[in-house]
């Protein structure tokens, strides 16, 4: 059979919290090539898994923010040369979203390699569903300007989208700046926007929350320090 990418979806915390589907493990114990942003964290969940095959067999090829890009078309040798099949791991959720796999994957498809997406966690996808908000219109931002002048910017351009078309606005920020997100959103928002808040999806501490931007600012605000969130507004 022709070599193929496989996306694999990673879970959002320790594998017995939110086991990805059996199916997808089955895949996994097939491969013994993969491209991973970390090998450290891969071999982790590849041992949650119970993988087969040692990993002094296996090879791992690390794409993260410290990759040359001019290395990309050597991950791909395995399949081209080898016909051997490939699995894509992100260090959380899907590969390629918000996710630097998204350039191996368009260079799979130029290449003529069949690219397998296989089901499993989404932060994103998890917010969406869990906030209440609009799930026919909505946009993934990615991160929001890091300095504060901008990203106060942002937020009501955004904000101004959002009460044009009835999208569901939604973003992530570096866990350590998640409380400035948070303070910057109560400022520019309305009192009467709704904001949810989603930190730790699928995890024993996950909290979710959907409320009015007058109604969060009545109560008392969460930790969300060094806390994967999702954040999504709805005008």
């Not at 040359?68 to 390629?96: H, N, R, T, V």
Request: hydrophobic residues 40%.
């Amino acid at each position: 059979m022709p070599a193929k990418l496989y996306l694999i979806p990673v879970p959002l915390g320790p594998s017995d919290y939110l086991p990805v589907p059996e199916q997808v493990i089955q895949v996994v114990h097939s491969l013994d090539h993969f491209i991973v942003e970390r090998g450290k964290t891969a071999r982790r969940f590849l041992k949650d898994w119970k993988t087969p095959v040692p990993f002094q067999e296996m090879t791992f090829f690390e794409l993260n923010k410290r990759t040359d890009l001019a290395e990309l078309p050597s991950f791909l040798e395995p399949a081209l040369k080898m016909g051997k099949s490939i699995g894509l791991m992100s260090e959380a959720g899907c590969p390629g979203v918000a996710d630097p796999g998204a350039a191996v994957i368009e260079m799979a498809h130029a290449k003529g390699i069949e690219v397998v997406p296989l089901v499993g966690p989404s932060s994103i996808l998890l917010a969406l569903m869990a906030s209440g908000f609009n799930g026919q219109c909505f946009g993934f931002e990615g991160y929001l300007p890091i300095k504060k002048g901008d990203r106060q910017r942002k937020i009501k351009q955004l904000y101004a989208q959002s009460k044009k078309e009835g999208r569901s606005q939604i973003f992530i920020e570096t866990p350590y700046r998640n409380m400035a997100m948070l303070e910057d959103l109560l400022a520019q928002l309305p009192k009467h926007c709704r904001l949810c808040v989603a930190a730790d999806i699928s995890l024993p501490s996950q909290y979710i929350k959907s409320q009015t931007v007058a109604e969060w600012k009545k109560g008392e605000l969460p930790d969300l320090h060094k806390r994967p969130t999702v954040f999504l507004f709805l005008a």
